[in-house]
């Protein structure tokens, strides 16, 4: 018997297909995702680095003292413009080589007056400066160049700059024959007011001169102007001449550091201000700064028979009570003629300071130009020519002008030499054989004294002090004797005195019984018995104090 044909078959199967899913290649996992977000932060930097980064340009200083690789930075007017990328030695080993990266915003900087120091801190005539680098560290200054020529290479300077471009004010060179105590750095004084600084001094060696730069700061540079005399104001201006002792400083740096201070001469009329670079004279001090024009020097010499001790170059040339002058030199000279060693002073003489009383002279006395044609005694001012120097002296000669050695004051004893018109002098002229004119000279007042003060020692030294002493001192023992016999007297009459006084005092009853006259009289004996011993008690009372020893 056959089964049914739908036994024979199994039930359908209730299960689900299979779903056949394939994997994205292309998804990431998320631990790839903080790599790749550094990935594209450091390719940011890199390209911002490499946009902002400017050339790098290599200096070379004698010590890298405070510098470090990747750390110091370069600035310009203390914005930060570079940093220092390596430090290294040169070949030869004598220079430290810093090389340095700039920013892009800095590239133009790198010109080739560009100047570059490195800033550390310093203490100098012109301050302290850099205190800030003891906490942030040393750091390399930059003064900006005004050049278009790019340049990578650059020598650093082992100070900063005094004068950095753009810093308003003026530059004035000075015409010195010695520094003194003045330096980079050292200030400069208007009215005893700081108003500028030294930026520089050079040393010509073809005119053997020194030129000081000076910087005048804004806006204190118009107070320069072309009548402006500058002076050295270093230390302390000690002058001892005929005159005294001066003393005179601007300020207590300039003790230390020196110092230049300037101004014009009084009465002198408000002139244009100095051009920039304008060339002065630096006179050695303020008296001789400010003196009037001097005009030109007329040298002359004298000669001293006896000298004077203590005479020495500076020492002033009075003409009549009128420094016109200072003396150059002193030497011994030998005369074969007379045996005798005289003292040959040269010394300059500037006329031109007696101003009007010269001129005067020379047109009154019709000295002035004497063969040198018309027009020529106008010019005896400031600026005369020395032929009319010449014919000044030989008119004053023959007028009597003799030249004296003195002492200026009682303190210093100063020698000086002294022109002056000599009232009865012999007749003499200017001696005018040799290239320097001579003036006759004469013993002066002060050898007189000299010699009379030797006198009046001499004469003392013969007395006899010890037999005037001896005589002196019986004649107040003798005089002592007598006072003792006197005050012995004068008690005694004393005595006498009041005895008679109160005799009559006591005879008063009789007395009223004579007659008025009588009484009148006895009463006037009776006051000047009275007067009379007071008188007797003060010269009781004298001699007793004189026998006092």
Do not use: C
Not at 348 to 360: C, I, W
Request: hydrophobic share 40%; charged share 20%; net charge neutral.
């Amino acid at each position: 018997m056959s089964e049914p044909a739908d036994a024979a078959q199994p039930p359908p199967s209730t299960a689900a297909e299979p779903v056949i899913i394939r994997s994205n290649r292309l998804r990431l996992s998320l631990v790839w995702i903080v790599p790749l977000v550094a990935l594209l932060v450091g390719v940011i930097l890199v390209v911002r680095t490499v946009l902002q980064t400017g050339p790098t340009i290599i200096l070379t200083f004698r010590s890298a003292d405070g510098l470090e690789s990747g750390r110091t930075e370069v600035r310009y007017k203390e914005v930060t413009i570079g940093r220092v990328a390596n430090v290294s030695v040169s070949p030869d080993r004598l220079l430290a080589v810093v090389r340095v990266r700039l920013n892009k915003s800095a590239a133009d900087l790198a010109v080739a007056d560009t100047k570059f120091w490195i800033v550390r801190p310093r203490v100098g005539s012109a301050g302290i400066s850099g205190l800030g680098t003891l906490l942030s560290g040393a750091y390399i200054g930059v003064d900006a160049g005004e050049s278009s020529d790019p340049a990578t290479a650059f020598t650093g300077l082992e100070a900063p700059p005094l004068v950095l471009r753009g810093e308003r004010g003026r530059i004035f060179a000075l015409n010195a024959t010695d520094l003194g105590s003045l330096d980079v750095g050292s200030p400069l004084y208007y009215r005893r007011t700081r108003v500028g600084r030294v930026v520089g001094y050079t040393l010509n060696a073809q005119t053997d001169r020194l030129e000081v730069q000076v910087f005048i700061e804004a806006p204190n540079e118009n107070l320069v102007t072309r009548d402006t005399r500058f002076w050295n104001a270093s230390g302390v201006d000690v002058a001892i001449n005929g005159s005294g002792v001066q003393l005179n400083t601007e300020s207590l740096l300039s003790l230390i550091s020196g110092g230049i201070a300037f101004g014009t001469p009084p009465g002198a009329p408000r002139a244009a201000p100095a051009a920039d670079n304008q060339r002065f004279e630096l006179y050695r001090d303020r008296r001789t700064a400010l003196a009037p024009p001097d005009g030109p020097a007329q040298r002359v010499r004298l000669l001293f028979s006896p000298g004077l001790r203590g005479l020495a170059a500076g020492a002033p040339v009075e003409l009549m009570g009128q420094e016109i002058g200072s003396v150059l030199s002193v030497a011994m000279r030998y005369d074969p003629t007379g045996g005798r060693f005289p003292l040959e002073v040269q010394a300059e003489l500037y006329l031109a300071r007696l101003g009007d009383a010269r001129t005067a002279f020379l047109r009154t006395s019709g000295a002035a130009g004497a063969g040198a044609g018309a027009g020529a005694g106008a010019g005896a001012g400031p600026g005369a020519a020395p032929d009319d120097d010449l014919r000044f002296l030989q008119q004053l000669v023959a007028r009597g002008l003799r030249g004296q050695l003195r002492s200026g004051n009682l303190i210093t004893g100063q020698p000086y030499v002294a022109l002056d018109l000599v009232k009865g002098a012999p007749l003499a002229a200017l001696d005018t054989r040799g290239p320097i004119p001579g003036i006759p000279t004469q013993a002066g007042t002060d050898s007189d004294l000299q010699a009379q003060a030797a006198q009046v020692l001499e004469r003392l030294g013969r007395v006899r002090f010890e037999e005037i002493g001896a005589a002196l001192e019986k004649t107040l023992k003798n005089a002592s004797d007598a006072g003792a016999t006197l005050q012995d007297t004068l008690r005694a009459v004393a005595s006498t005195t009041l005895t008679l006084q109160k005799t009559l005092e006591g005879a008063d009853g009789a007395i009223r019984q004579l007659s008025p006259s009588a009484q009148l009289t006895l009463l006037e004996v009776q006051t000047s018995l009275k007067a009379l011993q007071g008188t007797l008690g003060e010269l009781d009372r004298n001699v007793m104090h004189s026998d006092a020893p």
